[in-house]
């Protein structure tokens, strides 16, 4: 089982609409959770981090955590051309604190 | 620029040959940690340093690969007699602490095995 599993897409949706990307982690102890953004042949840009349960909004991106389920999610309102690219979800563990496990990340496209 | 520096951005070198990849945290941060991105495959976690410290390096090939922090200048990442599967994306980042705190990427350098 992989440490992070993320739908690999390609998620494609309207400007305007709202795009939802989603994340399983394995480790029940993790307890701390960011969603970064990659564009093509760049590197990988911080635009979410979340440690408790329940949901952090910050401008047109919320995060939600469930611990319980061992799920998190990034939510994209009013979806814009500038927001394609690929989102990764990155964990860290308690037990190794420091090191982050990435899923392969979610290509979301939004077309005008 | 207070961000995260990485040099060279892009790296060629022949079978055989030394790289060394270099990393300065942005201001204020004293943790630095080393990832590869190769092609279509996700962001794996290399090494995890402080000041004159590898605090965890389990993501280190056992083999040809080395990381330092010295007290002064930037983080090296070096590699040792290069293969074309050493070929990817190698990204530094920093942090103002490793305990849960966020990390910011540098723009990466692009190494290339001929």
Known sequence: QKEVEQNSGPLSVPEGAIASLNCTYSDRVSQSFFWYRQYSGKSPELIMSIYSNGDKEDGRFTAQLNKASQYVSLLIRDSQPSDSATYLCAVMRGSTLGRLYFGRGTQLTVWP | NAGVMQ?????????????????????????????????EEGLKFMVYLQKENIIDESGMPKERFSAEFPKE???????QQVVRGDSAAYFCASSDTGQGYEQYFGPG???TVT
């Open chain 2, 7 to 39: 040099n060279p951005r892009h790296l060629v070198r022949r079978r055989g040959q030394e790289a060394r990849l270099r990393c300065s945290p942005m201001k204020g941060h004293s943790h630095v940690y080393w990832y590869r991105q190769l092609p």
């Open chain 2, 73 to 79: 200048g930037p983080s090296i990442l070096r590699i």
């Open chain 2, 109 to 111: 350098t692009r190494l």
